[in-house]
């Protein structure tokens, strides 16, 4: 299910002609002002001081009348624009500020608090079509707490953020469908229970108005299918209960615990998550600066001034629609009633496997949302049975999101909180400076600086939960131009990194002992360095510049950002914030760190799951692309590595991440571009409720290609042979071929083959890399 953005700032409406209304203050004696007194027309001057009631008119037509204090507005007053528009309030230095009520020609009203000439505070705004919106606003955006109904009879009550459902509410539709969780954007985005009048409910993950992630779906007969998710589609293991069996008695202490670790929505925190997260958007009490130093203001500040346009941007409100996934429209047909028959045919004997000879329970697997293997599982597990725990144990495994969230208590809860504070301090400080083009000087540990950020806060720092600690900002201008290279916004970078959201903490993959965090919506990924790779990246940092501008298609790690933390109690941190490769809609199903190297390339001996990754000797599949993508693909890995060889770079990676598609034979309506490339987003529904973007293919993201099976390899996953979406980067460019590599390389050579290792010098490196690489991706045949 998903809908659009739901109400982005109805406050747009009726500007028009008030952008040419004139300021009272701003009118001199030659423009002829007149005071109304008593019904006489009296000349008055701009120079008139005093408080004092009185009428005055505008050689536009505009008017106002009410308590003045000199030529400005001041108390209680009334004043009409020449279009009709009302405003009949409290006035403060020429601005609307306190209660008040505005009506618009169209028949839209407005009746709350202003400050400073916007909506601020509580109100109440009556569309003309019949949308209310009832509380807080902020500088004429809801933001706050918000009851809102739609004119076609939807109601949202929760949270709002700058015109926006987000945070914890509850949505209503007119047919009395009704969403309770968290929205985000004005789309149900996190964990939330919807509930369908005909009974049915899902209670899981969100993303985009559309199931995704872990989810329990309950029919009203009292079925239940507890799996993943993907954009809406079943994606990944899961298991269906029959009418027959009880979840409650089965699985809820299970989902009990996987409320607790927040896999599942807990409806009996709603209402302190509701008022807490409230309480945490309340900026509207945030006091609107104001021009106190000057008689004069502008314009647009007596006018209708900083009210935006209400009636253009109505055109936005749109109600949630009711849509929903491919499933939840057939379910009843191919994925609830018939899996009975399926069953049955699995296992003719079945009906008799329990005393209760109810249908058996079904473990299943899907592939964007079609079914590719099935089989009964004994329906006669327990709670206390031992197969069923170990399998409960392996689902939430297999499920949750990559990392572990850092909260209070965390042991790097103080770290995350120290990084955060220092990016929003970096990037709001660099973001207002005016644009240029980079200097030899803004390059090199000079180009850098420090702040302290004591715990009680200073005058440029605010006060904070951490310990005291000092902020580095290597080159934040290079960084700044890098952002803006590579089209990050500067809001969008803070938010994701520094907003409501914690980071998540990843378990090294490799051998550095680094720390990795990845950002909540999975765009950034923040990793500690050493100091030795902070000098390496300084040092290139120029030709790095050149490169990735040069080349827009390079597949080299980008870059966003570089800084240092020292707490107080002394340790310092290096940190890197780089893009995500893998941060994208399609779940990953495998994913290859390839060096060309062959010894220690293996992961034997561990469990491997979605999150593992894998090394070039795991590797038992080559991707074929299309001879142009391939010839494309080729050529920039070789220059990538032609630049980390001129930098003296070795012991790096193309990262690789497949998403494996639904077997040809299995899939069901798909849309393919005139070029046969354009479609990676999976089965367009001919229904027309799930209406999926195209996703743009570019080197290294969303390209579609035909994964093989390497001869006398074992065979992975179902099929020999079958559609992929390829995700790839070339990672770890910061290491140096420097003396330790040197004497390790001459200690491994006399042990083993040197061809085999990875400690070699850089330009061998490199060849033997593309010569991989080639192998990986063949020609097509």
Not at 95 to 108: C, E, L, V
Not at 124 to 144: P, V
Not at 439 to 448: I, L, M
């Amino acid at each position: 299910m998903s809908g659009p953005v739901a109400i982005v700032g109805d406050v747009e409406r009726a500007l028009s002609c008030a952008e040419r209304t004139t300021s009272l203050d701003a009118i001199s004696d030659r423009d002829r002002v007149y005071a109304l007194n008593n019904g006489e027309a009296v000349h008055t001057s701009s120079e008139t001081s005093g408080f004092r009631v009185g009428e005055l008119a505008l050689p536009n037509g505009e008017s106002y009348s009410g308590s003045l204090l000199g030529n400005l507005p001041e108390g209680l007053g009334k004043y009409i624009w020449s279009d009709g528009c009302i405003y009949e309030g409290e006035w403060r230095r020429g601005m609307r500020h306190g209660n008040g009520k505005i009506r618009w020609p169209s028949g839209t009203v407005y009746e709350g608090e202003f400050s400073g000439g916007y909506i601020h505070g509580t109100g109440t705004y009556i569309g003309s079509d019949g949308l209310t919106y009832k509380g807080r606003w902020r500088l004429n955006l809801k933001h706050g707490l918000g009851y809102q109904v739609y004119p076609n009879g939807d109601v949202f009550e929760g949270s709002w953020i700058q015109g926006a459902a987000e945070g914890p509410g509850k949505y209503t539709w007119a047919n009395r469908d009704v969403y309770l969780g968290n929205m985000k954007g004005g789309k149900m985005s996190g964990k939330g229970t919807l509930t369908w009048t005909n009974g049915d409910s899902f209670e899981g993950s969100w993303l985009n108005g559309m199931m995704h992630g872990f989810g329990v779906y309950t029919w009203s007969d009292g079925g239940s299918y507890v799996g993943t998710w993907s954009r809406g589609l079943k994606d990944g293991k899961g298991t269906f209960y029959p009418n027959g069996i009880q979840l409650s008695v089965l699985q809820e202490p299970y989902l009990n615990a996987l409320r607790i670790r927040g896999l599942l929505p807990d409806m009996r925190r709603q209402t302190h998550a509701h008022a807490h997260h409230a309480s945490s958007v309340e900026m509207a009490n945030a006091k609107v600066p104001g021009n106190r130093g000057s008689r004069r203001i502008s314009a647009d500040k007596i006018s209708k001034g900083n009210l935006i346009n209400l009636e253009q941007s109505h055109r936005g409100n749109v109600s949630l629609e009711r849509r929903w996934s491919l499933e939840v429209s057939f379910e009843k047909v191919i994925g609830h009633d018939s899996s009975l028959e399926l069953s049955e045919s699995i296992s003719e004997g079945m009906e008799k496997a329990s005393d209760k000879n109810v249908a058996p329970i079904l473990e299943r697997e899907y592939i964007q949302g079609v079914l590719i293997s099935e089989f009964v599982l004994n329906n006669s597990f327990s709670q206390s049975s031992r197969r069923e725990k170990r399998r409960q144990r392996k689902l939430v495994k297999e499920v949750k999101r990559p990392g572990e969230t850092i909260i209070k208590g965390h042991r790097s809860y103080d770290l995350m909180l120290s990084l955060q504070l220092g990016i929003r301090y970096t990037v709001g400080k660099i973001t207002p400076v005016q644009r240029r083009d980079v200097r030899a000087s803004d390059f090199g540990p000079r180009a850098s600086f420090w702040m302290n950020f004591p715990k009680e806060g200073s005058q440029l720092t605010p006060p904070h939960q951490s310990e005291d600690f000092k902020w580095k900002d290597y080159c934040p201008m290079v960084f700044r131009n890098l952002r803006e290279m590579f089209k990050i916004d500067a809001a969008d970078y803070m938010m994701s990194i520094c907003g409501n959201d914690a980071l998540r903490e990843l378990s090294s993959p490799g051998k550095s002992g680094s720390i990795f965090f990845l950002s909540q919506d999975d765009r950034f990924m923040i990793k500690t360095l050493r100091k030795s790779e902070v000098k390496v990246l300084l040092r290139m940092l120029p030709t790095y510049h050149d490169h990735v501008r040069s080349y827009e298609n390079t597949l080299v790690t980008k870059f966003f950002g570089l800084h240092r933390i020292k707490p107080s109690s002394g340790q310092k941190f290096r940190f890197v914030v780089m893009g995500n490769m893998f941060c994208t809609e399609l779940r990953i199903h495998r994913r290859f760190d390839l060096k060309g190297s062959s010894l220690g390339r293996s992961t034997d001996n561990i469990e491997i799951d979605e999150n593992t990754t894998l090394k070039d000797l795991d590797l038992n599949y080559c991707f074929y692309l299309e001879p142009s993508w391939r010839e494309d693909l080729l050529k920039q890995i070789e220059i990538d590595s032609k630049f980390l060889e001129a930098q003296q770079i070795m012991d790096y990676s193309l990262l690789l991440g497949v998403h494996y598609r639904a077997p040809q034979h299995l899939r069901s309506l798909t849309t393919i571009r005139e070029d046969g490339l354009g479609i990676v987003a999976e089965e367009d529904c001919a229904v027309g409720f799930r209406n999926e973007k195209i996703q743009h293919i570019q080197l290294g993201v969303n390209m579609p290609a035909r994964a093989e099976q390497i001869p006398g390899k074992q065979e992975d996953l179902f099929h020999q042979s079958y559609d992929v979406v390829l995700y790839l980067g070339i990672i770890d460019i910061l290491q140096e071929y420097n003396m330790s590599k040197k004497i390790e390389h001459a200690y491994k050579s006399l042990q083993f083959d040197s061809i085999s290792i990875s400690a070699v010098d850089p330009t061998f490196y490199s060849h033997r890399f593309l010569e991989f690489i080639e192998k990986v991706f063949p020609v097509t045949s």
